[in-house]
């Protein structure tokens, strides 16, 4: 095989080759190879750990290659799966695509590679992007299409991505769930035939199923060793991935999902697919996670290295009751137990159908004046007086049947023309029409009002509790009523760009009654997402576990709720409460006013201990332990920095029962080389740490025999926050 590499790309400049036949896009600990001659097929040949140039004759040498379209279409020679099905104006419906030419160019943040494609006989042009975020090694992929004729093409398939994996012993670790129990690790063996994960909810498309997966190549997925492909499509609406297996072939396919979403595409118009982001790991499941957190704190959160305030949100501990005085008083007794931040929940609008339950309100975002006197001014007054910044939720997608907007606007919700309006939460809610421009621009003028009139709000929490129900805009023509899921995401990101264009600096939680919207599709235009509405502490492990695979722990609120969990009735050492939270966005969502004194000063000794270790919870490498889903009693988990002078320890005893096995747990993210002392930061009584406090142990001993548990966690709900820093 004859290679060339475009050398311009190496040395950092803008190339333009057609000529050059082997192209490889490198990050540091991983690289694809694609091959593109002009006039023939691009041919996508290997994707795994890095390799130089000096190396790509040995992957041909060693029958690594692949060989395979790196983009199949429909239509010609098509028994097998395919990317892209079109139908043009003259009904043929096949694609037949050749190279025109490869670019491949850098700027700050990626290097990109484009390889042009145009359809031998009719005005069709393809590109298919390769980007490689620069100090991360996620690598992403999409495409661009082009009607360059002068009739609409139908697009019936447009995966974002195309896929050949090795087949081997191939394990699939994905995460799924339903509401309250988001983000739960499942992991099989792939056996022959077809795997797809997917959603249809329309508007929140992470409460089943989250669109990412890691796929082992030799075994089922192992934490810290091993070759594993991580893979995300940063899409909010619905999506299908597709694990097509067979005996002797393996490809995954990602993208928007499909069906009931044929879309026209007009002459001269361009249609992009999400981003598919991809890492390939031979340091197992953990070096994905942490080449996503990494990826995803540089380019795919709003500032995803700021620290995150501490905060108190006022749900479950006043849900609709919301008014001056009690939020004064939440606002008084957080600030005094270190917090940050107040965000006052749902309750606080609706001036002619006061929101007192979910049945009402939504989409008049005006202040309730019988609760709130004062208005959102009070609020800010009593936010200054108490130290603490101040936020506000919001759901500005929606409607209530019972709401001056849906009496104003009865276009501007999402209906099935000529037939009766489905009814969500409280049998009223209704979702707006986010494909229709006036819609979009309401939806912005939520947050601009709220922003122009109170500049000083600091965080919104903005939530979605519908699916979309009834399929149906008054907006879009009836030929295009296939584009409504997405044009639909595709209206929200327009909403967002403008938000972020003005209020860069104004922190968004992203929340969909829970964690049902924990994509890299909206999370670029938010600071964090709510995980779930479980706050379980004990079934957040397993929930915590499961989002930390993808998702970085500064994004991940995690909240320190009543003695008495509201979902599941459980109750838990507060002890345990704050160190499950404390190792996620760390916050609180009780009623203070409920708090035992000691169980104040046990949070306010808590949540200082936080601030102290949040640089390392927050931007450090995430190393997992000891699985919860591994049925062991026990769940062990730790952050460390890069340098690796600090980490902190995480220990939770989940099962108890009489000698029962405790496993030792050995640390990972160390020098072996330096010693670290332990410090105890949530003893329930200062004078009475663990025994562990106060000593000084070699990366050595921590990382290769460990230490022994059994000792530490002896009763049920026993937990443990260790901080061990570099003695020098
Ligand atoms: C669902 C969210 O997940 C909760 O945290 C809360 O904000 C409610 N909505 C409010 O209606």
Redesign the pocket.
């Known amino acids: 095989m004859k290679k060339k590499i475009c050398l311009m790309l190496l040395l950092g400049g803008l190339c333009s080759s057609s000529v050059a036949k082997d192209y490889l896009v490198s990050t540091p600990n991983t690289s694809l190879l694609i091959t593109a001659v002009p006039g023939e097929k691009s041919k996508f040949q290997y994707y795994g750990s890095r390799i130089e140039e000096r190396d790509i004759q040995g992957v041909y040498d060693s029958g690594q290659a692949f060989g395979v379209e790196s983009y199949p279409v429909f239509g010609l020679n098509t028994p097998g799966e395919r990317a892209m099905a079109v139908a043009h104006a003259d009904g043929n419906m096949s694609l037949d695509l050749v190279v025109e030419e490869v670019r491949q160019y850098e700027d700050a943040g990626a290097q990109t590679t484009e390889i042009r494609m145009k359809d031998l006989v009719y005005p069709f042009i393809l590109k298919q992007y390769f980007k490689a975020y620069k100090g991360t090694d996620v690598i992403s992929t999409w495409v661009e299409v082009e009607n360059v004729g002068k009739k609409p093409v139908t697009l019936y398939r447009f995966a974002s991505a195309f896929l050949p994996v090795p087949r081997g012993d191939n394990w699939m670790t994905h995460f799924h769930g339903y509401w309250g129990a988001e983000h739960m690790m499942d992991e099989e063996k792939l056996t022959n035939g077809q795997k797809v994960i997917s959603n249809k909810d329309g508007l929140a498309n992470t409460e089943t199923d989250n669109p990412s997966f890691m796929l082992s190549m030799d075994g089922k997925a192992q934490e810290e060793y091993g070759h594993v492909l991580g893979g995300a499509l940063a899409w909010s609406g619905t999506y299908l991935i597709k694990m097509d297996v067979r005996n002797t072939t393996f490809n995954i396919s990602a993208g928007m999902n499909e069906e009931t979403s044929h879309y026209i595409l007009e002459s001269k118009e361009r249609f992009v697919t999400p981003e598919f982001a991809m890492t390939y790991s031979t340091t197992g499941k953990g070096g994905v996670s942490r080449a996503f957190h990494r990826w995803a704190r540089q380019y795919k959160l709003n500032q995803g290295n700021v620290l995150r305030d501490i905060l108190l ?1 006022s ?1 479950e501990g006043v849900y609709f009751k919301v008014n001056q005085k009690g939020m004064d008083e939440m606002m008084e007794a957080f600030s005094a137990m270190g917090g940050e931040l107040f965000v006052m ?2 309750g606080w609008f609706g001036d002619k159908y006061p929101r007192d339950g ?1 049945n009402s309100s939504l989409g008049d975002w005006t202040v309730c004046k019988k609760k709130l006197p004062e208005g959102i001014e009070g609020l800010l007054r009593s936010a200054k007086k108490h130290a603490i910044k101040f936020g506000i ?1 919001i ?1 500005p997608e929606m409607a209530n049947t019972k709401s001056e907007l849906f009496e104003n606007h009865p276009d501007w919700i999402m209906r099935a023309k000529g037939r009766p309006l489905s009814t969500g939460r409280g049998k009223t809610q209704v979702v707006l029409d986010l494909t229709n421009p006036e819609v979009q621009d309401f939806v912005f003028g939520v947050v601009d009002n709220l922003m122009t009139k109170h500049p000083e709000i600091a965080y919104m ?1 903005w ?1 979605d ?1 519908s699916s979309l129900l009834d399929y149906g805009s008054s907006y879009l023509p009836k030929n295009k009523q296939s584009h409504i899921y997405i044009n639909y995401h595709r209206g929200l990101n327009k909403v967002l760009e403008r938000i972020r264009a003005k209020y860069p600096e104004l922190v968004l939680q992203v ?4 964690g049902a919207r924990v994509n890299y599709g909206l999370l670029p235009y938010f600071n964090e997402f ?1 995980t779930s ?1 479980d706050t379980d502490a004990l079934q957040r492990i397993y929930m915590q576990w499961g989002v930390s695979n993808f998702y970085p722990a500064i994004a991940m609120a995690s909240h320190v709720s009543a003695d008495k969990n509201h979902q599941t009735g459980r109750i838990l050492p507060l002890k345990f409460r704050f160190d499950v939270a404390m190792s996620g966005r760390l916050g609180m969502e009780i009623q203070p006013k409920d708090m035992k004194e000691e169980d104040k000063e046990f949070a306010k000794r808590a949540i200082a201990a936080y601030k102290g270790i949040r640089p390392v919870v927050q931007l450090g490498d995430l190393y997992r332990l000891v699985s919860p889903y591994d049925n062991k009693g026990v769940a062990s988990l730790m952050y460390a920095t890069p340098e690796k002078d600090r980490a902190v320890f995480f220990a939770y005893k989940i099962s108890h029962f009489i000698n029962m096995i405790v496993p030792n747990v050995r640390m990972s993210g160390l020098d072996a080389q330096k010693r670290y002392r332990i410090k105890d930061l949530t003893a329930v009584k200062t004078n009475e740490p663990c025994a562990l406090h106060g000593k000084v142990i070699s990366g050595k001993i921590l990382m290769e025999e460990g230490i022994a548990l059994k000792n530490l966690l002896k009763s049920e709900y026993s937990s443990l926050t260790l901080e061990l820093e570099e003695v020098k």
């Open positions: 949100n749900w929940d749902d979910g939720w759901e929490k939530d509790n929340c969909a009654g829970g709510w509405d």
